[in-house]
């Protein structure tokens, strides 16, 4: 198991940024994907970005691509999610999640991520 603590979060306007951060304690950080979900309120979570435990690949949702950058630092064992240009609908609980697995390729179903952080506030005001 991996314990996951998200942070970061906070009030911002639009067109501003965030960085959320995720530390990581636990079993080896290296073998895990890491993944951000978020979750708006009345809505299911959804995918927001993942990163492979190697750092060389990524994904990202449609709607963040090109405004959300996800990154990892083994050494520090904290992923992070650097979020610009923010808008209104980008407002949600964010969740960090980490996937065990020694394959190379993302997945985005939240089924596949067996351990996840208790979340963090982002909202954008217009």
């Known amino acids: 198991q991996v314990q996951l603590v998200e942070s970061g979060g906070g009030l911002v306007q639009a067109g501003g940024s965030l960085r959320l951060s995720c530390a990581a304690s636990g079993r080896t950080f290296t073998i895990y994907h890491m993944g951000w979900f978020r979750q708006a309120p009345g809505k299911e979570r959804e995918f927001v970005a993942a990163?492979?435990?190697?750092?060389?690949?990524?994904d990202y949702s449609d709607s963040v691509k090109g405004r959300f950058t996800i990154s990892r630092d083994n050494a520090k064992n904290t992923v992070y999610l650097q979020m610009t240009s923010l808008k209104p609908e980008d407002t949600a609980v964010y969740y960090c999640?980490?996937?065990?697995?020694?394959?190379?390729?993302?997945?985005?179903?939240?089924?596949?991520?067996?351990?996840w952080g208790q979340g963090t506030q982002v909202t954008v005001s217009s």
């Open positions: 990163i492979s435990w190697s750092g060389g690949n990524t």
């Open positions: 999640a980490a996937r065990l697995t020694l394959s190379s390729a993302i997945v985005t179903a939240t089924r596949n991520y067996g351990n």
